[in-house]
């Protein structure tokens, strides 16, 4: 609640919502201007299909939208371990763990995970063996570093930090 705070959050690094759409933004920066996309409801996996995941949203795609959504998730992320925990106490003597199948020989498959920036896409080929002979990951800070830009003007020049920890993006995860 503070007013200096909130002040310095509050239209700064704006981004407009067709820029997030234009640029395909993901995780937060996405949900932040009001997207409802999140892998582990749109491309479930693991048992995220039996857990209940509330995507948080905001809609004025400012610094303090991204703080917010980012502090909510902490708190849903809270409820679904305990949600976990609950289904995985309930199924006492039940297998936890499964087997993998052996990989298709000269194939490539294609994967996506929410990781804590957005999607996390991955690549895996392998060879005539079903070895896996290559894996590349593509984080989400891939294409939210191309909005960054476009959240910039307008602003001061001490806004600059805030605005780019606002979206927090990898530098490396663009070189993965």
């Known amino acids: 609640g503070s007013v200096s705070l909130l002040n310095r959050l509050k239209t700064t690094g704006i981004v407009d919502p067709q820029i997030g759409k234009d640029h395909g933004a993901l995780g937060y ?6 997207f409802e996309k ?5 491309y479930p996996y693991a048992g995220y299909s039996e857990l209940k995941v509330n995507v948080i949203t905001e809609k004025s ?19 679904i371990i305990k949600q976990a925990l609950q289904k995985l106490a309930a199924s006492e003597g039940q297998p936890i763990s499964t087997t993998v199948s052996v990989l298709r020989k000269n194939s490539y498959a294609i994967g996506v995970t929410e990781g804590w920036r957005g999607d996390v896409v991955y690549f895996v080929a392998t060879d005539e063996n079903g070895e896996i002979t290559r894996v590349r990951p593509r984080d989400p800070s891939f294409l939210n570093w191309t909005i960054f830009p476009y959240a910039v003007p307008g602003n001061v020049v ?10 927090n993006p990898s530098y490396s995860g663009v070189d993965l």
Do not use: M, Q, T
């Not at 920066?29 to 009001?34: E, H, L, P, T």
């Not at 909510?72 to 409820?79: A, F, L, M, Q």
């Not at 806004?159 to 606002?166: A, E, G, T, Y």
């Open 158 to 167: 001490p806004d600059f930090p805030l605005i780019n920890k606002s979206f």
């Open 29 to 34: 920066a996405a949900r932040a201007v009001g």
């Open 38 to 42: 999140d892998a582990r409801i749109d």
């Open 61 to 79: 795609g400012d610094v303090y939208a991204r703080w917010k959504v980012r502090i909510r998730e902490v708190i849903d992320s809270c409820k």
